[in-house]
């Protein structure tokens, strides 16, 4: 980091001569040209004294008399210009090239301890600090009151979208339509594996044709050391853990599609032990079989990358239920794994929930939630009437800027820095949450368990994001928008090739 520090010192530099030069250049240049207006000025006065040197002489031949007079003309003096010393990258090192620019700037008396703050203009800085503030700036905003409407009406139609045709995993509508396309995708991925294996002379016979067939392949294909069913699967050492095949993928950390599950996942891969959830404590338990990682390859970062495709792979096996469970023809939907950061409700070992049988802690609540079906595949369900939301009021703002407010089609894109936007994400997206909410207290009838099941959690997450972001923006005043500054950043780092 020191010495990329350095070399854009180094860089910066060479430009601060390089300006330097040409200010020198511009400098000699109007020197020059106010030298030259001073010579014209010099000229017409000599043609207009000679022009009457020659009315007078016209005078005398015919014999008029004339009025003499004596002209003084200032002496002409003629200008010195330093020489500009080219600094002309040649065949010499670029430390000796940095050090010719270091005597430069020192003889011409140039600071360069601070090269950036020498760089631009008062009036260049000016103008960088009101165009960073336009674009990366979250800005405070107003809406107006269509802006309002069409939020909260677009949050209220996706949230009865939500309540009708999402509702809990026991009587969803769209649930089966989005679990169908969950699967084929396992499929597809299986089918995918197989060749590839296949033709790398893998002796595997049947392809996968059927959901239940396209399990057991990834299962056997991506097998890990953490994916016990019961605590008698692993060593113990004293500790306890209740865990029963339904609920295993929310207790093991590593079955988490999420950063979290990434993380433990590769951790229990290469160290040979499981990571569980227990009472809200964090268990590292040896499995009882053979324990070994299932990692491949000769250096660590061929075994990071196998630790990653068996942690994706795994977690395509198990999204759909187990093999056995949808080898069935009773149409069991099987047990997936849970939503992204669904599991860290199991750390919460307190309160006091009523369930079906008992009060039960908020951990032991979002297990029995996550048995009733309320898993990854159920979020594909729950993400529809958010993303509908989303594209509506995107859709609606975009239309509303370009024909009522007749803004240019660039500044009506539905994306980046737009306060309106921002704010009328949030009214919508509250909207939504507001009409689950209700429909949940109502539907669920007083019982903890079937409320929960009906609550949206991806719409909630949507809502708590976009809440943060405005709540920064109120607190703050000005925040940076960290998303749109990194694309732009990206993108630049992309034009200049680097």
Known sequence: MKESNEALNQLDRALLAQKHQVVSVEQSLGDMNKSIEQLDDVQKNQNEALDLLLAQTTKLMNGNQIQSKQYVFPPLVVPSYDDLQPLCISSESWDDFSKRIDRYLTDKDVAHENPFEHLLSAQEKDEMLIAFRDEFVIKKTTCDRYDYAIAAFSGLVTGLVDSFFVGAPSDSVLMGWSDQKVDGIVVKFARMVWKDDKSNGSRIRNEPDSIASAIGFLERRFKVNYDARYASDLRMDGETLNMRPMDHHIKSLGHSPDIIGLFFSILDQFTGKASFVSDGKLLRLEPRGDGTPMLVGGTFLSKLFAGFSNWLGHLLSDISGSSGTRGHLDGRR??????????????????????????????????????????????????????????????????????????????????????????????????????????????????????????????????????????????????????????HLEDEWRRLGL
Not at 350 to 375: H, M, Q, R
Not at 378 to 405: C, D, Q
Not at 411 to 436: A, I, Y
Request: hydrophobic share 45%; charged share 20%.
């Open 334 to 487: 099987g047990s997936g794994i849970p939503l992204p950061f669904f599991e860290l409700f199991q750390f919460a070992d307190i309160g006091n929930v009523g369930g079906e049988s008992s009060d039960l802690t908020i951990a032991e609540f979002s297990t029995k939630v996550f048995e009733k079906g309320y898993d990854a595949r159920f979020g594909t369900t729950m993400a529809i009437p958010v993303i509908l939301n989303e594209l509506i009021i995107r859709l609606l703002w975009g239309l509303k800027s370009k024909f009522y407010h007749k803004n240019s089609l660039m500044e009506s894109f539905p994306f980046g820095n737009k306060p309106t936007l921002r704010k009328m994400l949030l009214v919508g997206h509250g909207s939504l949450c507001l009409t689950d909410g209700i429909d949940a207290y109502v539907r669920g009838g007083g019982v903890p368990i079937l409320f929960a099941t009906r609550l949206n959690y991806v719409a909630w997450n949507r809502f708590i994001y976009a809440s943060i972001k405005e709540v920064r923006v109120l607190l703050k005043g000005y925040a940076l928008d960290i998303k749109t500054l990194d694309q």
